[in-house]
């Protein structure tokens, strides 16, 4: 047999999934890997669905989708964060946030184009950039700057080959933000460099202070931005695969016609509940952000006192925990903590090469949960023998 493309044979397989396999194998995991709601989908919104069904509504919508879901889409971003696309020409319903960023990668990237991503950053958009023939260009954010865009990094990651830089606010996984003031900064260099921005915006309803700000409020570069965002997990939709992608109108003309080919249209059923979240779902994200507000603060208090580092997210249901302290690599931290103490989290190289020294934690299941897993941690903690100032001279939290 012809060998197959060479850049499929040499993806690397999802960091995550090892640890949700192991998991899967054992008797009485806490899992704290998955990156899903632990809520399921309302039910008013479910009905919505069951109701499309009954009606008939189980033939392809058009394919940027349901023009009734596309005027509520333009009227959510419009009350919600004061930005305006036109439902007929700006916006395309996706399946899903994932095909929105393979779409932006396949419609903007030309083989050797240069993508930049953050790093630590979402396990899917490397592998996309590489499915399109490009080629991703890392810039490491830091701890000790709440993980980040800095002006100085991204001016001196931009060349004649860049083309694209992706951004993820709220952040997976390490739940960092950019407030306005953040962007201000970096504003300028995106507009004088003229690259794309491809800004994934999923947990935008997961922001526990200060108001969300996504790169297209900024006028002069809205044309250069596309903005990807969904239902998976600010209404715990993820199984109804349902995402948009917002962008001027040449653009989404492009991308329109990348998803005619590949997809057809999103699921119809899943466009009318999708409908539902927007018109009456707002209170139930609500809920459940308050929800895990609660998780959040329990979990960083907690890990902080037995010396695992942990910045206060400032938005998602992740902490990206510091675990130097315990002398081993993420890796060993994660295999070991599973097979000793049954608790699944995620290393942080998982999410790029700076996520070293780190695990990813996802605060998305019960109290009980979090608080059981706790007291795992810190008795695998104490099963390596620390010497107790190793412990002390990590504790505290950067906020």
Same mark, same amino acid.
């Given at each position: 047999?012809?060998?197959?493309?060479?850049?499929?044979?040499? &993806?690397?397989?999802?960091?995550?999934?090892?640890?949700?396999?192991?998991?899967? !194998?054992?008797?009485?995991?806490?899992?704290?890997?998955?990156?899903?709601?632990?809520?399921?989908?309302?039910?008013?919104?479910?009905?919505?669905?069951?109701?499309?069904?009954?009606?008939?509504?189980?033939?392809?919508?058009?394919?940027?989708?349901?023009?009734?879901?596309?005027?509520?889409?333009?009227?959510?971003?419009?009350?919600?964060?004061?930005?305006?696309?036109?439902?007929?020409?700006? +916006?395309?319903?996706?399946?899903?946030?994932?095909?929105?960023?393979?779409?932006?990668?396949?419609?903007?990237?030309?083989?050797?184009?240069? #993508?930049?991503? &953050?790093?630590?950053?979402? #396990?899917?958009?490397?592998?996309?950039? &590489?499915?399109?023939?490009? #080629?991703?260009?890392?810039?490491?954010?830091?701890?000790?700057?709440?993980?980040?865009?800095?002006?100085?990094?991204?001016?001196?990651?931009?060349?004649?080959?860049?083309?694209?830089?992706?951004?993820?606010?709220?952040?997976?996984?390490?739940?960092?933000?950019?407030?306005?003031?953040?962007?201000?900064?970096?504003?300028?260099?995106?507009?004088?460099?003229?690259?794309?921005? +491809?800004?994934?915006?999923?947990?935008?309803?997961?922001?526990?202070?200060?108001?969300?700000?996504?790169?297209?409020?900024?006028?002069?570069?809205?044309?250069?931005?596309?903005?990807?965002?969904?239902?998976?997990?600010?209404?715990?939709?993820?199984?109804?695969?349902?995402?948009?992608?917002?962008?001027?109108?040449?653009?989404?003309?492009?991308?329109?016609?990348?998803?005619?080919?590949?997809?057809?249209?999103?699921?119809?059923?899943?466009?009318?509940?999708?409908?539902?979240?927007?018109?009456?779902?707002?209170?139930?994200?609500? !809920?459940?952000?308050?929800?895990?507000? !609660?998780?959040?603060?329990?979990?960083?208090?907690?890990?902080?006192?037995?010396?695992?580092?942990?910045?206060?997210?400032?938005?998602?249901?992740?902490?990206?925990?510091?675990?130097?302290?315990?002398?081993?690599?993420?890796?060993?931290?994660?295999?070991?903590?599973?097979?000793?103490?049954?608790?699944?989290?995620?290393?942080?190289?998982?999410?790029?090469?700076?996520?070293?020294?780190?695990?990813?934690?996802?605060?998305?299941?019960?109290?009980?949960?979090?608080?059981?897993?706790?007291?795992?941690?810190?008795?695998?903690?104490?099963?390596?023998?620390?010497?107790?100032?190793? #412990?002390?001279?990590?504790?505290?939290?950067?906020?």
């Amino acid at each position: 047999m012809k060998p197959i493309n060479q850049t499929i044979a040499h &993806l690397k397989p999802s960091g995550i999934r090892k640890y949700f396999d192991l998991a899967n !194998s054992m008797e009485g995991v806490i899992s704290l890997g998955v990156g899903e709601p632990d809520f399921d989908t309302p039910w008013h919104i479910s009905a919505k669905a069951v109701e499309s069904f009954e009606d008939g509504h189980t033939h392809y919508t058009a394919n940027r989708g349901l023009i009734a879901l596309r005027k509520q889409i333009a009227g959510y971003y419009h009350s919600r964060y004061g930005i305006d696309y036109d439902p007929q020409s700006e +916006i395309l319903v996706t399946v899903g946030g994932s095909e929105a960023v393979d779409l932006c990668c396949r419609t903007l990237i030309s083989p050797g184009d240069e #993508v930049i991503v &953050l790093d630590p950053n979402y #396990v899917a958009y490397e592998p996309a950039i &590489l499915m399109a023939g490009g #080629v991703p260009v890392r810039i490491e954010l830091t701890q000790d700057n709440d993980f980040k865009l800095l002006p100085e990094d991204l001016e001196r990651a931009i060349n004649d080959h860049t083309k694209a830089i992706i951004l993820n606010f709220p952040s997976n996984p390490t739940g960092g933000v950019m407030t306005r003031e953040d962007y201000e900064r970096v504003v300028p260099i995106l507009k004088e460099s003229g690259i794309y921005v +491809i800004s994934d915006e999923i947990y935008s309803e997961l922001l526990f202070e200060g108001e969300f700000c996504s790169p297209a409020n900024f006028e002069q570069i809205r044309d250069q931005v596309l903005v990807i965002n969904g239902f998976s997990k600010a209404f715990a939709m993820t199984g109804w695969r349902l995402g948009y992608l917002l962008s001027n109108a040449d653009l989404s003309q492009q991308l329109t016609k990348v998803h005619q080919f590949v997809i057809m249209s999103a699921p119809t059923s899943a466009q009318y509940a999708a409908i539902e979240a927007l018109e009456h779902g707002i209170a139930d994200t609500e !809920s459940m952000r308050r929800e895990y507000e !609660s998780r959040r603060n329990l979990i960083c208090a907690r890990l902080n006192r037995m010396g695992l580092t942990t910045n206060v997210p400032k938005g998602t249901f992740y902490v990206f925990t510091n675990i130097t302290s315990s002398g081993l690599t993420s890796d060993e931290f994660c295999v070991r903590l599973l097979e000793e103490h049954k608790v699944a989290i995620v290393p942080g190289t998982a999410f790029g090469d700076s996520g070293e020294g780190f695990v990813r934690i996802s605060y998305a299941t019960s109290m009980e949960n979090i608080k059981e897993a706790c007291s795992r941690i810190e008795a695998f903690l104490e099963s390596l023998h620390l010497p107790s100032e190793s #412990v002390d001279s990590h504790h505290g939290s950067h906020s």
